[in-house]
């Protein structure tokens, strides 16, 4: 992937919106996906590619399924962004519905 390139980005993110519904078991529709190519980046010492991601989901995530949900993105950020799974920290959050907004009001 280039940096920056709208093609290449694009098919990222409908990549990384389709393994996190199907990991989710949730309609796409409920997805949102942000994908930032230009921050620099350095991890255990070095530059190589890495990536930190954060998921925040009403249910659907906790103990097994995070495995799960975790493989199911490491697998798109390796093929899509060439980040080695050592090299991508994934944070997941079970959030109350209470506390996300949408549409004006909260789930």
Request: one cysteine or more.
């Given at each position: 992937?280039?940096?920056?390139?709208?093609a290449?980005?694009?098919?990222?993110l409908r990549?990384?919106?389709?393994a996190?519904a199907?990991?989710?078991?949730?309609?796409?529709?409920?997805?949102?996906?942000?994908?930032?190519?230009?921050?620099?980046m350095c991890?255990?010492?070095?530059?190589?590619?890495?990536?930190?991601?954060?998921?925040?989901?009403?249910?659907?995530?906790g103990?097994?399924?995070?495995k799960?949900?975790?493989?199911?993105?490491?697998?798109?950020?390796?093929?899509?962004?060439?980040?080695?799974?050592s090299?991508?920290?994934f944070?997941?959050?079970?959030v109350?519905?209470?506390?996300f907004?949408?549409?004006?009001?909260?789930?």
């Amino acid at each position: 992937m280039s940096p920056g390139n709208p093609a290449d980005i694009s098919d990222t993110l409908r990549a990384l919106s389709k393994a996190v519904a199907t990991s989710l078991g949730k309609s796409e529709q409920l997805v949102m996906v942000s994908l930032t190519t230009d921050k620099p980046m350095c991890f255990a010492g070095t530059e190589a590619a890495c990536a930190y991601g954060e998921l925040m989901s009403i249910g659907a995530v906790g103990g097994a399924k995070n495995k799960e949900i975790s493989a199911a993105i490491a697998a798109v950020m390796s093929a899509k962004l060439r980040v080695d799974p050592s090299r991508f920290y994934f944070k997941i959050v079970d959030v109350d519905r209470s506390n996300f907004g949408w549409n004006g009001g909260t789930f």
